[in-house]
């Protein structure tokens, strides 16, 4: 079909499977299981984790791509993109791959973000080679068919509305745009009903051929698998397609970059008759690759990451101004976000926003007590090995690890990380975060002169 993203062609040379390299990266106990990679010649990587304690596996296949990769007139194309996806190939309908994994009891879903794209399914570690054969044909073979796009413009112009229709969630995308401005990480995931109506098939098509090729995919696997058994099906599942022809081919490596956040005091107010006021408060914060992420982690769930958080303590325990109040980071290649999020009763918005500056301010010019560092040090570690306590996290975290990193980390390393964090690297973190002037994102049914004071939580 000429709509596929790969050409069907010839077995591959024998020359060229002689260039398949394989690596232990990590070796169980601490690990948690032990991990290895394989590179193709074609430049596909593979990485699995081998629990064999556990009767499930997550299969699970990266592709180098996010919101961030589209222009204006594209914005919305990845998630689009990834919606077609499960429309259908030349070997099965939309129908035949959700029955397929349906008939094992299995789970398949996908997600979209600014910088990459995941296809996934949890399966029994008996029917790994069924999931390992739908998701590789979806990625390999997807038709991306005019009808379907149609289709599922549909799907996709509801699932705008449902965001649009919940504002504690799309305060984080106007949060965006406060601080990207109209720039691709600015801009949201899902795209607007503009720039989906204007997508068309070919554009599509032509996106799909550009960003998913084999050097710009990684295939995760973790649960009870045997490595050498996911490569020789997902090799057999790519050159089916004629996806590993070119031999001389070198995986790309992470996205490298500088981008200077210098966005301060800037303030949005989107106004929605909603019972709440959704406020974000925040300014620029790490890119993932930062050494002082671990300080600035420590730094987070002290400030905002739990119920004995400060934030929590004084915005909830002590004054029932909110329900939800929380700090988060988002890190990306060359920047990052700090946020502290809160939803409130619009008469008391002001009064929130004064604590949050207060502690933020407080924090930022003294640092955390040591009672409070040691305490989010505990939290932090134990909710980084709980959240991997099944093969779905643990397909992320490897995934992810050799997309974003190029290189893998274990637990035990990750641990010592997060627990050699000191009260100065927290204080030089705060200070050089917090320090800054915030701006802010405010979804909510404020009257005129509530809006004009907002510039004061900033000033």
Same mark, same amino acid.
């Given at each position: 079909?000429?709509?596929?993203?790969?050409?069907?062609?010839?077995?591959?040379?024998?020359?060229?499977?002689?260039?398949?390299?394989?690596?232990?990266?990590?070796?169980?106990?601490?690990?948690?299981?032990?991990?290895?990679?394989?590179?193709?010649?074609?430049?596909l990587?593979?990485?699995?984790?081998?629990? *064999?304690?556990?009767?499930?596996?997550? $299969?699970?296949?990266?592709?180098?791509?996010?919101?961030?990769?589209?222009t204006?007139?594209?914005? /919305?194309?990845?998630h689009?993109?990834?919606?077609?996806?499960?429309?259908?190939? &030349?070997?099965?309908?939309?129908?035949?791959?959700?029955?397929?994994?349906?008939?094992?009891?299995?789970?398949?879903?996908?997600?979209?973000?600014?910088?990459?794209?995941?296809?996934?399914?949890? !399966?029994?570690?008996?029917?790994?080679?069924?999931?390992?054969?739908?998701?590789?044909?979806?990625?390999?073979?997807?038709?991306?068919?005019?009808?379907?796009?149609?289709?599922?413009?549909?799907?996709?112009?509801?699932?705008?509305?449902?965001?649009?229709?919940? #504002?504690?969630?799309?305060v984080?995308?106007?949060?965006?745009?406060?601080?990207?401005?109209?720039?691709?990480?600015?801009? *949201?995931?899902?795209?607007?009903?503009?720039?989906?109506n204007?997508?068309?098939?070919?554009?599509?098509?032509?996106?799909?051929?550009?960003?998913?090729?084999?050097?710009?995919?990684?295939?995760?696997?973790?649960?009870?698998?045997?490595?050498?058994?996911?490569?020789?099906?997902?090799?057999?599942?790519?050159?089916?397609?004629?996806?590993?022809?070119?031999?001389?081919?070198?995986?790309?490596?992470?996205?490298?970059?500088?981008?200077?956040?210098?966005?301060?005091?800037?303030?949005?107010?989107?106004?929605?008759?909603?019972?709440?006021?959704?406020v974000?408060?925040? @300014? *620029?914060g790490?890119?993932?690759?930062?050494?002082?992420?671990?300080?600035?982690? !420590?730094?987070?769930?002290?400030?905002?990451?739990?119920?004995?958080?400060?934030? $929590?303590?004084?915005?909830?325990?002590?004054?029932?101004?909110?329900y939800?109040?929380?700090?988060?980071?988002?890190? $990306?290649?060359?920047?990052?976000?700090?946020?502290?999020?809160?939803?409130?009763?619009?008469?008391? !918005?002001?009064?929130?926003?004064?604590?949050?500056?207060?502690?933020?301010?407080?924090?930022a010019?003294?640092?955390?007590?040591?009672?409070?560092?040691?305490?989010?040090?505990?939290?932090?570690?134990?909710?980084?090995?709980?959240?991997?306590?099944?093969?779905?996290?643990?397909?992320?975290?490897? /995934?992810?690890s050799?997309?974003?990193?190029?290189?893998? @980390?274990?637990?035990?390393?990750m641990?010592?990380?997060?627990?050699?964090?000191? #009260?100065?690297?927290?204080?030089?973190?705060?200070?050089?975060?917090?320090?800054?002037r *915030?701006?802010?994102?405010?979804?909510?049914?404020?009257?005129?002169?509530?809006? &004009?004071?907002?510039?004061?939580?900033?000033?």
């Amino acid at each position: 079909m000429t709509s596929r993203g790969f050409r069907a062609t010839a077995r591959t040379s024998p020359e060229a499977r002689a260039v398949a390299r394989t690596q232990t990266l990590i070796k169980g106990a601490g690990g948690i299981g032990t991990v290895r990679k394989t590179t193709l010649p074609g430049g596909l990587r593979v990485v699995t984790e081998t629990l *064999p304690s556990v009767r499930s596996a997550t $299969f699970g296949i990266w592709a180098h791509v996010g919101s961030r990769d589209e222009t204006p007139a594209l914005n /919305g194309a990845t998630h689009y993109l990834e919606h077609l996806l499960f429309k259908g190939t &030349s070997r099965r309908s939309a129908l035949d791959i959700s029955s397929a994994l349906d008939a094992v009891g299995g789970e398949m879903n996908a997600f979209t973000a600014k910088e990459y794209t995941c296809y996934y399914a949890r !399966v029994l570690d008996t029917d790994l080679p069924l999931a390992i054969d739908v998701v590789c044909d979806m990625l390999t073979g997807s038709l991306i068919l005019e009808e379907d796009v149609d289709v599922e413009r549909g799907a996709i112009l509801e699932e705008i509305a449902m965001t649009e229709d919940d #504002p504690g969630d799309c305060v984080h995308d106007l949060f965006a745009h406060t601080m990207f401005g109209d720039n691709a990480l600015g801009r *949201p995931v899902l795209g607007t009903v503009d720039t989906v109506n204007a997508l068309t098939a070919d554009r599509i098509r032509r996106f799909y051929r550009k960003h998913y090729d084999p050097t710009h995919l990684v295939v995760a696997c973790a649960g009870n698998v045997d490595h050498q058994k996911v490569v020789r099906q997902v090799r057999a599942a790519f050159e089916k397609a004629g996806a590993l022809t070119r031999t001389d081919a070198t995986p790309i490596g992470p996205r490298a970059g500088r981008r200077a956040i210098r966005t301060a005091g800037r303030v949005e107010l989107l106004a929605r008759k909603t019972e709440q006021a959704h406020v974000v408060l925040g @300014m *620029p914060g790490l890119a993932r690759t930062d050494d002082r992420r671990w300080a600035l982690g !420590v730094l987070n769930t002290a400030l905002g990451g739990g119920m004995s958080s400060r934030l $929590f303590q004084e915005v909830r325990e002590k004054r029932g101004l909110a329900y939800s109040v929380y700090s988060y980071t988002s890190g $990306f290649a060359d920047c990052g976000l700090f946020g502290v999020y809160a939803g409130c009763r619009p008469s008391q !918005v002001h009064d929130v926003l004064k604590i949050c500056r207060d502690e933020l301010d407080h924090v930022a010019q003294n640092g955390l007590s040591d009672d409070e560092i040691a305490r989010a040090i505990g939290q932090l570690r134990g909710s980084t090995v709980l959240g991997l306590e099944d093969t779905g996290a643990l397909m992320n975290r490897i /995934g992810k690890s050799e997309l974003c990193w190029g290189d893998q @980390m274990s637990v035990d390393d990750m641990l010592a990380r997060i627990a050699a964090v000191t #009260p100065d690297d927290v204080r030089s973190v705060a200070q050089d975060i917090l320090g800054q002037r *915030p701006s802010l994102s405010v979804i909510g049914p404020l009257k005129d002169k509530q809006a &004009s004071r907002l510039h004061d939580a900033v000033a």
